[in-house]
């Protein structure tokens, strides 16, 4: 009985932090916005989650032992259901892009130069951007996006060549270089 309270109140617990993630999240994903809060921000996972967390929780607190039983069959009916559907959300919505480049900036200066590419099954997306600051409180300062619409358009390489200064070769091998801020903001944009 105690377990199921435990789990109870971790569950409940975890619900508003879930809510609150999914609502500040897209407010804070904005060119110098925290990159924690640029990763996290899928607003309709979290609020799904957060539902499904205040349920169980909800349902696990009951004073029934048949309504409990019903709860931890369901959550593990609900783990298996998640682990397997989790392929299908990864492959439709790509949460979690292909990192293509994540180079950290010389002389150990808190900076990461990083470029992923979403999945190929969809209209792929590139990102660049730059993450400044150390976790968590790092912030995220886009470089370019773009839709890889006409093939063959991509970075082929990615790289500092100084402090404040970076390159990007594109599959045409053409250089494009963008010069940054101290705060890390990207002075000029990069034209594809």
Same mark, same amino acid.
């Given at each position: 009985?105690?377990?199921?309270?435990?789990?109870?109140?971790?569950?409940? &617990?975890?619900?508003?932090?879930?809510?609150? &993630?999914?609502?500040?999240?897209?407010?804070?994903?904005?060119?110098?916005?925290?990159?924690? @809060?640029?990763?996290?921000?899928?607003?309709?996972?979290? %609020?799904?989650? %957060?539902?499904?967390? @205040? &349920?169980?929780?909800? @349902?696990?607190?009951?004073?029934?032992?048949?309504?409990?039983?019903?709860?931890?069959?369901?959550?593990?009916?609900?783990?298996?259901?998640?682990?397997? %559907?989790?392929?299908?959300?990864?492959?439709?919505?790509?949460?979690?892009?292909?990192?293509?480049?994540?180079?950290?900036?010389?002389?150990?200066?808190?900076?990461? @130069?990083?470029?992923?590419?979403?999945?190929?099954? &969809?209209?792929?997306?590139?990102?660049?951007?730059?993450?400044?600051?150390?976790?968590?409180?790092?912030?995220? $300062?886009?470089?370019?996006?773009?839709?890889?619409?006409?093939?063959?358009?991509?970075?082929?390489?990615?790289? $500092?060549?100084?402090?404040?200064?970076?390159?990007?070769?594109?599959?045409?091998?053409?250089?494009?270089?963008?010069?940054?801020?101290?705060?890390?903001?990207?002075?000029?944009?990069?034209? $594809?």
């Amino acid at each position: 009985m105690d377990v199921h309270r435990g789990v109870a109140r971790g569950l409940v &617990t975890l619900a508003p932090a879930l809510a609150v &993630t999914a609502v500040v999240a897209p407010l804070y994903d904005h060119p110098g916005g925290p990159a924690v @809060l640029a990763d996290l921000d899928h607003p309709v996972l979290l %609020a799904v989650l %957060a539902a499904l967390s @205040l &349920t169980a929780g909800v @349902l696990l607190s009951s004073r029934r032992p048949e309504v409990r039983k019903a709860t931890v069959g369901a959550l593990v009916v609900a783990a298996v259901f998640g682990a397997l %559907a989790t392929p299908v959300y990864v492959m439709a919505s790509d949460p979690f892009p292909s990192l293509e480049y994540d180079v950290p900036a010389p002389g150990g200066a808190p900076r990461r @130069l990083v470029v992923e590419r979403s999945s190929p099954l &969809t209209d792929p997306v590139w990102r660049i951007y730059l993450d400044t600051g150390r976790f968590p409180t790092a912030r995220r $300062w886009p470089v370019a996006e773009y839709e890889e619409s006409v093939w063959p358009q991509g970075v082929l390489h990615a790289e $500092w060549i100084g402090p404040d200064r970076i390159r990007l070769i594109d599959y045409d091998h053409r250089d494009h270089e963008v010069e940054l801020a101290r705060d890390g903001r990207p002075l000029n944009g990069v034209d $594809w």
